[in-house]
């Protein structure tokens, strides 16, 4: 605060008034603001004024003691601007360039934007303590990525938009079901940030805003996409396809979908839905769709290209990666139909035609593995590769070590099961349990279904006269696939990169890996309780969402030189809280300030990565019923 002279020219007089003025900062940048005023200042000298206006702040603030008892000049200007200010709080002393304030006649610095008010410490208290920094983040990186212009672009109304990012944050955060949902918002900060109230909220809002979204699903992907591509710079080149399943509780009788088939999860008991999910280079999905539970991994290809096709265009000469279980001629076929390029990974029958150049040593190179974006410090086994040109084909041989120790463990140990069990079939025929030739051929039908990676070894048959079985080991073929163990073959239409790059981009899907793991762990995508098929694609749809949102984190992380995962990040940002802190005045009344706390150390690290600012929420004080921002 300082103080300023004003003149008035009235009938000819001039009429001179002093007013104590504080700097303020506004939009259109700093205003002088009148405090209040102190009528004429004759019998207080120039000099003497920044004196008068600290003093005069440190009355506002309820100090009386600072003031001089035996100065009534000075005890009569604070009564004054105690009227005209009222139970106003003190602000910072502005010194203005023209008027010197020290002896030596340099500007006093500025004592910075706090409020100081006489309290009662010993009844300092804090109250509504919210979780902050999680959210903060997420709701940063929502705003990042356009998602709530996007969401208004596609005619999502405004509150159901504020719906719609409490929902996915929560997803990001803290995975619950609708019901759930509204308890967890009201734990957070999330209230104060979106300047909204949730007291009322109940699960069937929440349910309503999936059916809204459910509608323009396919539009705000496509616009996310593009955003996303724009703020990261990211490839347009390369297209990583994979696919997952996820099972139901319950029976979803309404969802024509939910089918039983092959569980990634390993929940043959329930029925499930399988999802396809295009992601880039960087990880960040690109387009999804949901297909019936028992769809055949090798006839959703199609499906796939054609959403690309609509969604986001397929430029020309693209590449598309998929693993060996899509990795069939007319999935091939189709891609090259497109005027695509493909990169597979070879069925396992086909590496048998180069047994002799995996065993050769000659032409192998070494790879230079490249850091994994969440663990750096990770240490893997070399990984050594070799090219091979059959006409149009580019063949990419691949052996690692690691992988040598883990074929050979898993054969072994699926070989020690299938001879367990050929050891009870056994004892089961020489008791008599089994006595037809048919129900003998049966069991042996479904060991081979079961044990498929060992039971081509040996040769199980049956005497259709004695009704005994005979199981021959067929050492040959066992001997062929161990020399094959740790290899695996990666094929091409494109022949202008090393082997080394053809490498690195077929490992590149781990990024859809990641993908699916990220959305069936952090974001607990599974298991699904919705019953209809609608509700079940906006859930999925919710998720894929936020995973936008954690890839474009752990992006923007990586980029900065930090090699985590959001669920180290998230662990870290919930020592950052909110909370109201009571200030009960020796005055009698009592001031509430809601706002967040000093960050940790690396909370604030964290913050200064991701480029945000470590203020949460602006500061919102209240004195009794009246409600003054800072």
Not at 217 to 227: D, F, P, Q, S
Not at 339 to 356: F, I, M, N
Not at 516 to 538: G, N, W
């Amino acid at each position: 605060m300082y103080i300023r002279r004003s003149t008035r020219t009235y009938k000819g007089k001039t009429y001179t008034n002093y007013v104590l003025v504080e700097a303020v900062l506004t939009p259109r940048g700093p205003r002088q603001k009148a405090v209040c005023s102190l009528g004429d200042l004759k019998p207080r000298p120039h000099k003497d004024w920044l004196a008068l206006a600290r003093k005069l702040e440190n009355a506002l603030a309820g100090q009386a003691d600072l003031l001089q008892p035996d100065d009534p000049v000075l005890n009569r200007f604070a009564e004054k601007a105690r009227r005209q200010s009222g139970p106003a709080l003190s602000r910072s002393v502005v010194v203005p360039a023209d008027m010197p304030s020290e002896p030596d006649g340099t500007a006093s610095p500025s004592r910075g934007q706090g409020e100081y008010i006489a309290v009662d410490p010993c009844r300092v208290t804090t109250e509504h303590h919210r979780e902050a920094g999680p959210v903060h983040v997420a709701y940063q990186f929502w705003n990042r990525l356009g998602l709530g212009d996007i969401l208004s672009e596609v005619g999502i109304s405004s509150g159901t938009r504020q719906l719609a990012c409490a929902m996915i944050l929560n997803r990001l955060i803290e995975p619950a079901s609708e019901h759930a949902t509204p308890a967890w918002i009201r734990r957070t900060a999330l209230a104060d940030i979106l300047a909204t109230n949730f007291d009322a909220l109940a699960e069937d809002a929440l349910y309503r805003v999936l059916d809204k979204l459910h509608p323009h699903r396919a539009a705000i992907e496509a616009a996310l996409v593009e955003r996303e591509r724009s703020l990261f710079n990211l490839d347009r080149t390369i297209y990583l396809y994979d696919l997952t399943s996820t099972y139901f509780e319950g029976e979803a009788a309404a969802n024509d979908k939910a089918q039983r088939g092959y569980s990634r999860d390993h929940r043959p008991d329930c029925k499930q839905m399988v999802i396809g999910l295009v992601v880039n280079r960087d990880g960040f999905p690109i387009a999804h769709e949901v297909f019936a539970g028992n769809t055949q991994d090798c006839t959703t290809l199609t499906t796939m290209l054609d959403r690309l096709k609509e969604r986001i265009g397929l430029r020309e000469g693209s590449t598309v990666v998929v693993d060996r279980g899509l990795a069939y001629d007319q999935n091939i076929a189709e891609i090259k139909a497109r005027k695509l390029h493909y990169l597979v990974a070879s069925r396992q029958p086909e590496r048998s035609r180069w047994l002799a150049d995996f065993a050769d040593p000659n032409g192998f190179a070494e790879v230079l593995r490249q850091p994994s974006p969440r663990n750096p410090a990770q240490r893997k086994t070399r990984v050594e590769v070799k090219i091979r040109l059959d006409h149009d084909i580019t063949y990419v041989l691949c052996r690692s070590a690691q992988r040598s120790d883990k074929d050979r463990a898993i054969r072994g140990k699926q070989e020690d099961r299938l001879l367990a069990e050929l050891e009870k079939l056994r004892r089961r025929v020489s008791a008599g349990q089994l006595k037809r030739p048919e129900k003998i051929a049966e069991a042996i039908g479904r060991l081979k279904e079961r044990y498929p990676r060992v039971a081509r070894y040996y040769e199980l048959a049956v005497n259709p006269d004695t009704a005994q079985f005979s199981a021959t080991l067929k050492e040959d073929e066992r001997a062929a696939a161990a020399q094959l163990d740790g290899c695996y073959l990666i094929k091409t239409d494109r022949s202008d990169l090393s082997a080394q790059d053809f490498w690195h981009v077929y490992a590149l899907l781990i990024r859809a890996e990641d993908a699916f793991r990220d959305m069936k762990t952090p974001l607990a995508e599974r298991p699904i309780y919705h019953q209809t098929e609608r509700r079940v694609e906006s859930h999925i749809f919710l998720c894929v969402l936020a995973l936008h949102l954690l890839v474009a984190i752990e992006k923007t992380l990586l980029d900065r030189g930090l090699h985590t995962s959001w669920a180290s990040v998230r662990a870290t940002l919930k020592t950052h809280q909110l909370c109201t802190i009571v200030l009960p005045t020796k005055g009698g009344q009592t001031l509430r300030i809601r706002k967040a706390s000093t960050p940790e150390k690396e909370v604030a690290g964290l913050y200064a990565l991701l480029g945000l600012p470590d203020q949460v929420i602006k500061p919102v004080s209240r004195w009794a019923d009246s409600l003054v921002s800072d």
